[in-house]
């Protein structure tokens, strides 16, 4: 992190953790478990506080940690950012996103819009979950892909921070985590999903191995495809007014070879789709060429920044998000944007702007939704305590079931729009958010009461 500003403050002053809730910001020393007001007066890092807040309050987040942690037994430090949108439905799913971040504001931002994004595909789907993000600083995010066993330390750390939550936090991988780190995490907490099935293996401490979880449910990539290739169809359908419409002859764009990507091409090279592909990796861009005969647009990040301006019939995102934004719009030559990218709007207002410019954007909440359904069927609930239980049951046929409902959940999206005038992301918000609603009104009124009663 080339600027550290607020992990220095907390550095300099014996601080592990500092907290924004409810408009207030709390700390945590370095021996301590309780949290005490921070002082603000003269405070160098008061203006970073404030924007949080004011982001935090005008998105309706309920919770911002900052975490700076010496790992036991290592010369790591866990530097991370825990963000919590809502727990109104139930337990939050925090994914865990790994990267060499410029600033403590990069983190920021991928906490909150993340967090969120988790919570409306939790609530759109009628999962009894909430949303949340756990964003981790790391000079070598490779380390954790791989699972390297001098990240261990770093990941046992991390489940010891959820496993605080008491199960009100269920970790799961994102961007630079894995199944394998999912399966270390577990060392410290049972409150982790998407974990390695029991027939495979992971590679551990002096290169050994040993087997996944029982019931784990194996890798969620077969699943997210399923439903990013089923949300095209239904777009597909709407916009040419018809039913099962084949995708024969189409010209579709892949933005993202990965194994995403991959999957996805399977499915399109059926249907005899004319396949574009765009990565900056080589090798997955020459595997794609000689399998499938793709033809390659983008190979590198300089012909990635315009990639986008190719006149197609839809745009599929499967790498990082952020390609959609206000700047880029009036160069879409696409008919359809649906991909497995999270965060694929840079504002919410992008959303509306490609509405009004014919590009029917499927919320990538809703399009991506395949790799949560698959891995929440790892948490179920015991009948006599009510507590969570993990892996007790895991049936794939069921996930696939699940994603074809979300095709009638989208094509009900998508009329609601046509006939109300909104775009789709709009009407998907409000659905997603009016589930929530109920129970986060009843949450702040009880708030509202004990601050009335301290005073």
Known sequence: MSSSKVFQYMRDHDIRRLRIKNSTAY???????????????????????????????????????????????????CKAVLCIYSMDLGPA???????????????????????????????????????????LDHSKPNE?????????????????????????????????????????????????????????????????EEPGSFNGSGEP???????????????????????????????ILIIGLGKCGLALTDYLVKEGVELYGADIDENACKIMEEIYGMKILARNREQLRTVHQFECHAIVPCATGGLISDKRIKDFRCKIICGAANHQLNQDKDAVLLHENGILWIPDFMSNCGGLLNAIQEVGQDEESGKLVYRQNYEPELVFKELLKM???????????????????????????LRMYDRRKTRWLKYLASRAKSN
């Open 144 to 208: 954790t892909f791989y699972n390297k066993e001098a990240v261990f330390p770093l990941l046992e750390h991390v489940g010891k921070i959820i496993h605080e939550y008491d199960g009100q936090l269920i970790l799961a991988p994102d961007l630079n985590s894995s199944m394998q780190n999912m399966h270390i995490v577990q060392r410290q907490t049972q409150h982790v999903i998407c974990n390695v099935k029991e027939s495979d293996f992971v590679c551990i401490e002096g290169k050994n």
């Open 93 to 135: 799913i925090a994914g865990l996103r790994i990267d060499d971040y410029e600033t403590e504001e990069d983190m920021i931002e991928d906490s909150v819009m993340i967090s969120r994004s988790v919570a409306r595909k939790a609530a759109i789907n009628k999962l009894n979950f909430g949303g949340a993000q756990l964003v």
């Open 27 to 77: 700390m945590m020393h370095k021996q301590g478990t309780q949290w005490d007001l921070l002082p603000l007066d003269k405070n160098p890092i008061y203006g970073f506080l404030l924007l949080s807040d004011l982001i935090l309050a005008q998105m309706g987040h309920e919770d911002l940690i900052i975490i700076y942690e010496h790992v036991e037994q290592s010369d790591l430090v």
């Open 221 to 251: 990539t077969p699943f997210t495809a399923f439903g990013v290739y089923h949300a095209l169809k239904v777009a597909t359908d709407f916009i040419e007014n018809g039913k099962d419409v084949s995708l024969k002859g189409k010209k």
């Open 407 to 433: 095709k009638e959940t989208i094509n009900e999206i998508l009329q609601t729009s046509a006939d109300e005038s909104l775009s789709p992301y709009e009407v998907a918000v409000a659905r997603a958010e």
